[in-house]
Structures are given as structure tokens and as C-alpha cells.
């Protein structure tokens, strides 16, 4: 299991990571104390992962008229 800092990670390195974890316990051969970190890496590395889709979901929402408003993919292509 990589230690790297999870802060660190970038998204899909984080979730690569995550889905290696889910396998490796869902294969059944981890001994317990493996499994309990293991299980605590998962669960940070998915609440990075979370946080990172809801960062970049406000980075493509644009405040209009009071309302949250997805932004429009040709605006952003012209510019």
C-alpha cells in the first residue's frame, strides 16, 4: 500500500489506489490489522476523491442571476 500523502495526490492517482484497496480486501487474504489500515487509507483517499469532484464541480458552475448555473462548454471553447 503506497504512503504518499493524500493531500498530495492528484485524483486519479487517489482513485487508483482506492480500487487497488477494494480489491485487495475483497479478496479476503488481508489479515486484520492489514484490513483495518487498509480500510482507513480507503476511506481517506475517497473523502480526497470527494472533495476534489466537488472542487472541480464549483469550478464549472457560474453564479447567474442568483441561481447556480452549469457553465455552457462552447462559451468556454471560444475563449
Do not use: W
Not at 500500500?1 to 479478496?27: H, N, R, W, Y
Not at 479476503?28 to 476523491?49: N, P, Q, T
Not at 472533495?51 to 462548454?73: S, T, Y
Amino acid at each position: 500500500m503506497d504512503q504518499t500523502p493524500i493531500a498530495d495526490m492528484k485524483f486519479e492517482t487517489a482513485l487508483a489506489e482506492l480500487e487497488d484497496i477494494v480489491a485487495s480486501m475483497e479478496g479476503g487474504k488481508l489479515e486484520l490489522e492489514a484490513s483495518i489500515a487498509a480500510y482507513k487509507r480507503g476511506m481517506e483517499l475517497m473523502k480526497h476523491c470527494q472533495n476534489q469532484l466537488a472542487d472541480a464541480e464549483a469550478q464549472i458552475r457560474v453564479l447567474e442571476n442568483g441561481q447556480f448555473k452549469d457553465v455552457d462548454r462552447s462559451t468556454l471553447e471560444a475563449q
